[in-house]
Nanobody
Framework: QVQLVESGGGLVQAGSSLRLSCASSGRTFTSYTIAWFRQAPGKAREFVIGIGRDGYKTDSVKGRFTISRDNAKNTVYLQMSSLKPEDTAVYYC??????????????????WGQGTQVTVSS
């Protein structure tokens, strides 16, 4: 069982940077692939970026967002830069332990956090 808690969201201006954190309480955190998804109002949840237990990464926002994990702290970070108003969404972290390379399909993830709101003003 893995419990995920996101933090770090907020209201920022376009062009700013923000770092989100996803903390896990599970003892086997290192065996999980962790991904960030986001959902904007009226839109479907979409994959943003993910990191596997061996460090493999998959991302859909080339160059502006990076992901890292600190296994000693059971935490995954999403560093977002050059934020745009269209990045406004609720950001969720999710975990699964069946793949080495993060997949983009939300149905593959078994555990989800409650989400953190990111709002980018123009």
């Amino acid at each position: 069982q893995v419990q995920l808690v996101e933090s770090g969201g907020g209201l920022v201006q376009a062009g700013s940077s923000l770092r989100l954190s996803c903390a896990s309480s599970g003892r086997t955190f290192t065996s999980y692939t962790i991904a960030w998804f986001r959902q904007a109002p009226g839109k479907a949840r979409e994959f943003v970026i993910g990191i596997g237990r061996d460090g493999y990464k998959t991302d859909s926002v080339k160059g502006r967002f990076t992901i890292s994990r600190d296994n000693a702290k059971n935490t995954v970070y999403l560093q977002m830069s050059s934020l745009k108003p269209e990045d406004t969404a609720v950001y969720y972290c999710a975990a699964e332990q069946y793949t080495v390379v993060p997949t983009t399909d939300s149905r593959n993830y078994d555990y989800w956090g409650q989400g953190t709101q990111v709002t980018v003003s123009s």
